[in-house]
């Protein structure tokens, strides 16, 4: 179709417009959702790789009884760094960070995240933190009392070192940075949706980055009160869980696992959203009870703020309390349920296409049910009491976290690498890696079942060899070393695939979402006419995609005068205002920089500096907010 | 379609911020007063033996203040919105005063507490010092953001600072609210 | 075969003494039966759902378009996420509500109660109503209703025999209790289920189970004071043991020494094994313990003794062997 020159002239001006500085100063300062969207690729990936070798030092000290590979001081470091770097550092910047920031403008049709400015803080203090806690591990100051770090172990009598204040306020800063980009989703979906996406035309995966949002706004505080309380007593001597003092332990669960409980949906909610994004495309059907699958993940991300006392049933708490949060612990089964029947029906009555992506969610479902049919047995309460703390927990949530969370995430990349990069994957390597790594984690998650079943429990360095658990350690141990290698096979196919792939074009796949709908890798402006949605799957509404080009030749919903994306009610869609974006800013860089070294201040006890830091920051807060988008 | 002063019928984006950013204090300020009952409840004695209970007239008064001062930041907002600068200008100056002497005598009764009571005595005086300190903080942070109001306002009123205006007072009835649920909580004993 | 591989491997860890699936009284029988019940089902459902993605691939080359008639889906989507899901859910609800009795409640009237104190990381075991104090070993009678009164002095350890009931935390300022009651003498094996520092994978305890006569003899040997060396080792072992350190930490009834941060070794020499049942108790291990106890379990409070000569040594292993 030929481009007539008025459309010309006005994409011309958008790509004017919407350039950001080039080289590496324009990383530095990009408020483009796309780009913060692959530094957190590139900065989760990373941290991935950290957490993967931890995992993989300690799997070889395991792998048989009596090992010497490393002592309990550095497995104990090692277990710790493990847990906070795989659910802080990787799974949530990957799935909100990554995919939620790169896809959602696209999938609503705007131009930027509501906030692009506070987008970009959002990222850099999630660098932040993560090098300040590993700068703990750089020291040797690990913290190494576990990811849920219980008191009073973790208290400054019982941990004199400074690893739990490396853990408690990098914590803090990355909540920050979580909370920042929860905002962010919220505003956006709700306000820069493209005029005539009402709710319920709003693509499924939009829904699970709503409900993790919820989610991280509502639990993210109960983590701060604690972490804070826990400084204030490690620091200042302040009593909240000293039982001497009036002070109680419990009180440390309670608050955690009120954060605690909620993040684990925050973790899995965003792979549910890929999941329903990748299915329909690849079985050619939209998804089937789509009202339903909204529904449940939203139910999934409310009624999972009410069954956190299931992580203390052996504290001996009364039973009255422990049966309502068991029965809470088995309703939550059911909007999960919903889904999966859900996505299975939609595979059954749609003509699936086997490629990486959908094998990957193919392997998702299975861990998910199996995983979660290990969580309801977990909600038995005597039977939890004995396996509470074993290997048959962190089976479970390992089925759960990485063989539920992960796998969508991974399918992911694969899946929208053609729209990132411009070029497609190896496909038949890809198949390979999606075996190599789905028969490795069943090899490497499942004995621990077992093991847990015969008494092993967890977060030890070693065991005896006459308890049976020898061989189990050892299976899982070569599971480990396998699935490791089918994720390097997945890199380097990626990697190779991003400089010699085959160019692939806007829709590759036949996606059903508005990403689809525009050129790969998408201009910065994401789409020269905001597109016009009368449903879920605007890409497929072929009616709808034939007025884009006469629209943009007659400049309707082109928005070319500035930097601008329309604005919208929050229910219905209607069409409201014209909102101005902000262009690149040194701002957020500059803040997330002074709040780390506020932090690292506070870490070091200097807490003078610390509250100048706190000044600085807010001089560099007025600084930011002198410059005012206007639209034109 | 341009302009920048259309009528809309959503609240701004900055607003929306606003009301998230409130949903999350307001949820750490649940933590932190869900946790003073905890604690409370675990105790027969309560403040310990020795510990006079705080008193209730001066908190409840200056609950009371602060409260008030929402009424000119409110009128600022509605001034703000109808573009009128100057009175905008008048009522989140009124507020700052207001704000400003309830800080000033919040933190010389803390003071007056600290001279008294220890924070590192037992669990009550930890809770105590530090639901306290939070909120404190939280008006702290107020008074600065009315100062920067300020500040932008004695020039022009964009678009822009009308929003800031309207997000800042919302801020402010948040904090208002909590600071009547906080004097609450930390009253509780003398009830 | 994944799933089905799991009863198999079971099996050939039931004869494993800290199993879950090697029960030896009601309550870990009845959690055992609540097990395998739910497994059962388990493999039910994950057959469903396996058979369903089955029968996407199958289909998968079907001609023409897919339909989008929802219909047919909602039915399934209703029937097997919510409707089935119901009713199960309710089930297991009233079977685990059955269960929990047994498990949960605290104990009943009992005939014995023990007192059994977490430490880093160890276990101080004392027999109320007697001046009996022993470490990592806690005999009961067979047959008889136990009360166990879980406590700890330091940070939250966890309580936990496999065979003969469920774990419970031991948490500072909570008197927590479960009920130990087993019918069959034997050697059952415990550890420690929450973690607790460095020492946590080598924290764990014998709860032995004996004839109640054979117990009350027990008992009554081990309440009384520690033996007097006869021999020449034996004596300069003792004379070593209250001058070089060892009273700090250690108490042994009948001597001066009266430390409470380490075990108490009154009668040590009657125990199976040391430092928590990290290594059998032979006069060899006990000498090396003596001389390094970090290189036998890392972190460990204890100081090694390594300086003193190696005849002092031998003398405090003659000494201590000798407390039975």
Known sequence: ?632 | MTATATRRNARPNGWYGMVILVATEASLFGTLMASYVYLRFQTAVWPPHGVAAPSATAPTVLALVLVASALPMAYAAHAADRGRRRAALAGIACALVIQAVYLGFQIHLYADDLSRLSPSRDAYASIYFTLLAVHHIHVGVGILLDLWLLARLSRRLTPYRRTAVSAVAFYWYFVAIVGLFVTATITSPTW | MVPLGLPVLLATGCNSNQAITNPATRPARDINTLWWAMFAGAMVVFAVVVALLVIAFVRRGRPGEPSHDDRGPYKVIIGGGLAAPIVVLAILFGFVIHVMPATSSPPGPTKLTVDVIGHQWFWEVRYPGTPAVTADEIHIPSGTAVDVRATTVDVIHSFWVPRLNRKIDMIPGQANRIELDAPDPGVYRGQCSEFCGVGHAQMAFYVIVQPPARFRAWLRVQSRPAATPTTTAGLLGRRTFLTVGCEDCHAIRGTSAAGRVGPDLTHLGSRRTLAALTIPNTPRMLYDWISNPQAIKPGARMPGFASLPAAQRHALVAYLEGLR
């Open chain 1, 1 to 632: 179709m030929a481009v007539g020159t008025a459309a010309r002239e006005r994409v011309e001006r958008l790509d004017r417009i919407w350039q950001e500085r080039p080289g590496f100063t324009g990383w530095l300062t990009t408020t483009d959702h796309k780009r913060i969207g692959i530094l957190y690729l590139v900065t989760s990936l990373a941290f991935f790789a950290a957490g993967g070798v931890e995992a993989l030092v300690m799997r070889t000290q395991l792998a048989q009884a009596d090992e010497r590979v490393v002592g309990p001081g550095t497995y104990d470091q090692l277990m710790t760094m493990h847990g906070v770097t795989m659910i802080f550092f990787f799974v949530i910047p990957l799935s909100i960070g990554f995919f939620g920031n790169y896809l959602v403008p696209l999938m609503i049709g705007a131009r930027d995240m509501a906030f692009p400015r506070m987008n970009a803080l959002s990222y850099w203090l999630y660098l932040g933190s993560g090098i300040l806690l590993y700068s703990g591990l750089a020291l040797g100051h690990a913290p190494d009392a576990g990811w849920f770090n219980y008191v009073p172990l973790a208290s400054r009598k019982f941990s004199p070192g400074t690893g739990v204040d490396f853990y408690a306020l990098g914590l803090i800063l990355n909540s920050v940075s979580s909370t920042a980009a929860a905002a962010n989703f919220l505003v956006t979906i709700g306000r820069l949706r493209a005029p005539g996406m009402s709710l319920n035309r709003m693509p499924l995966f939009c829904f699970a980055i709503l409900a993790t949002s919820f989610s991280l706004v509502f639990a993210l505080p109960a983590l701060t009160t604690d972490l804070v309380f826990l400084e204030l007593s490690r620091k200042f001597g302040l009593h909240f869980f000293d039982v001497g003092r009036g002070g109680n332990p419990l009180l440390w669960q309670d608050l955690f696992w009120i954060f605690g409980h909620p993040e684990v949906y925050i973790i899995v909610l965003p792979a549910f959203g890929i999941a329903t994004s990748i299915i329909p495309t690849f079985t050619r059907r939209r998804m089937a009870a789509f009202p339903l699958v909204a529904l449940a993940e939203l139910l999934v991300a409310f009624i999972g703020f009410g069954v956190w006392v299931h992580h203390m049933f052996a504290t001996g708490l009364p039973e009255i309390a422990m049966i309502f949060f068991a029965a809470a612990s088995l309703i939550i089964v059911i909007p999960s349920g919903i889904q999966i029947f859900a996505w299975c029906m939609t595979m059954v009555t749609g003509k699936p296409e086997y490629r990486t992506p959908l094998l990957f969610i193919v392997g998702f479902i299975l861990f998910f049910v199996f995983g979660g049919l290990s969580g309801i047995m977990l909600a038995a309460i005597p039977f939890d009491q004995q396996v509470t703390d074993t290997y048959f927990v962190v089976a479970h949530f390992h089925y759960v976290i990485w063989g539920a969370a992960v796998f969508p995430l991974l399918g992911g990349l694969f899946y929208w690498f053609p729209k990132v990069t411009g070029r497609m994957y190896d496909e038949r390597l890809g198949q390979t890696t999606f075996w190599l790594v789905f028969i490795g984690t069943n090899v490497t998650f499942f004995p621990m079942h077992i093991s847990g079943m015969l008494g092993m429990p967890r977060r030890v360095w070693t065991y005896p060899g006459h308890l049976g658990w020898g061989p189990e350690n050892f299976i899982s141990t070569l599971g480990a070393f396998f699935l490791t290698g089918g994720l390097v096979l997945m890199a380097v196919n990626l990697v190779v695939s991003r400089f010699r792939g085959p160019l692939a074009g806007p829709n590759p796949f036949g996606g059903a979402t508005l990403e689809w709908a525009t050129s790969s890798p998408p201009p910065s402006y994401n789409f020269a006419v905001i597109p016009k949605v009368s449903s879920p799957y605007a890409t497929w509404d072929e009616d709808d995609r034939e007025t884009d080009p006469q629209r943009l030749e007659r400049g309707d919903f082109v928005l070319e005068g500035g930097h601008l994306t329309p604005g919208t009610t929050p229910v219905d869609g209607h069409m409201d205002e014209i909102l101005a974006m902000p262009e690149e800013s040194p701002w957020p860089i500059t803040l997330a920089f002074v709040a780390t070294l506020g932090t690292a201040f506070i870490l070091a006890n200097h807490l003078i500096m610390a509250a100048a830091m706190a000044a600085l920051a807010a001089a560099v807060l007025v600084a930011w907010h002198s410059g005012e988008p206007e639209a034109a």
